[in-house]
């Protein structure tokens, strides 16, 4: 039997189902059986389905919320890293979180209703996807006033333009002959954010 807390168990269920047959079919009712312990355990640690994605998104998935954060107390006053290094690690950590964060919510947008309802739940939560191209666009600001970024660059659209780039990476190939991006995350993110800094350095 497994001896892990029932809250460990409930995101590790939810992960794995909403990974695998996507968020609108998994049910709170599958996540608690997958978990080994009751729904009404399941609803002491979380209020519904979204509050669970939403711990799956920050527990389990490649973190970019606290990449913005380290960044922006550490990187714009640290002469060793340059914004080339950081803007590669960011591109490196969105691709694999909308790699791994696609096939989980595209069934919403099969669903008109259902993705309201999980719009209006996100909107209460306080989150959502424009919250990474927030959190970019804060660490670019803050480069910006410290003179490594170009004083009149764009940094809203700056940070839109890479998280798009890696959300498109995401579902861009699932229809090539191997379903494979030509290349490996690492090359993709190098590449994206020297391009990227073309225009705002």
Known sequence: MDQRPARVRIIEAAHD???????????????????????????????NKEELFVTVLRERLPKLGSLFGRLLTESAEDPDR???????????????????????????????QLKRRHEDVMREL????????????????????????????DTYAAASLLLGACAQRAFAYEMSPDGKPPESVDMFATRIARTLLTGIA
């Open 17 to 47: 189902l909403m990974r695998d047959i996507g968020l609108v079919r998994t049910t709170t009712k599958q996540i608690a059986l997958a978990a080994g312990c009751s729904e009404a355990a399941l609803y002491k640690y979380f209020a």
């Open 126 to 153: 306080g989150t959502g996807p424009h919250r990474p191209i927030q959190g970019l666009d804060a660490y670019l600001r803050a480069e910006q006033r410290a003179g490594r970024i170009h004083a009149e660059a």
């Open 82 to 112: 340059t914004v080339e290094e950081n803007l590669t690690d960011i591109a490196r950590e969105a691709a694999l979180f909308y790699e791994q964060t696609f096939p989980m919510a595209a069934s919403l947008y099969a669903e008109p």
